[in-house]
């Protein structure tokens, strides 16, 4: 094993998850399908803070769940994803309740059920905190 390849969304309108991907969260469209499918169906890639997240034309989850992917961002830098994000219209959640030490978290949902996170943490710190208490 070395490691996630892509991550793949299933998404009812590939302009509105690419302002998603790139205009909130910075990533880089590198590959448009332009209909030609060689997959599934029509399909964008993007890199974001070097993963391959993969966007494809198709019928989303139909309910929201807390199954999400969290990216790493500073905590300086969250301030500035949140205000890019709810200039975009995208549904802000409420913060979770948090021990001291593990982090913040900024989760949302995008415009089709999928839910991410954008956590200041990492799994050592978390682990530290959780010891701790």
Do not use: K
């Amino acid at each position: 094993m070395q490691g996630i390849s892509h991550l793949t969304f299933l998404v009812r309108d590939l302009d509105r998850m690419t302002r998603l991907l790139c205009d909130g969260l910075g990533a880089e469209l590198v590959y448009d399908s332009h209909g030609r499918n060689f997959s599934l169906s029509r399909e964008r890639f993007f890199l974001l803070a070097g993963v391959w997240i993969a966007i494809m034309e198709g019928e989303p989850p139909i309910q929201r769940s807390y199954q999400h992917v969290a990216f790493a961002v500073s905590d300086e830098q969250l301030p500035l994803y949140r205000a890019r994000l709810e200039a975009l219209g995208v549904e802000l959640l409420p913060a979770r309740s948090r021990i001291q030490g593990e982090g913040q978290s900024l989760y949302f949902h995008d415009f089709d059920n999928h839910l991410f996170e954008l956590h200041t943490g990492t799994l050592s710190q978390r682990l530290a905190a959780y010891a701790a208490e």
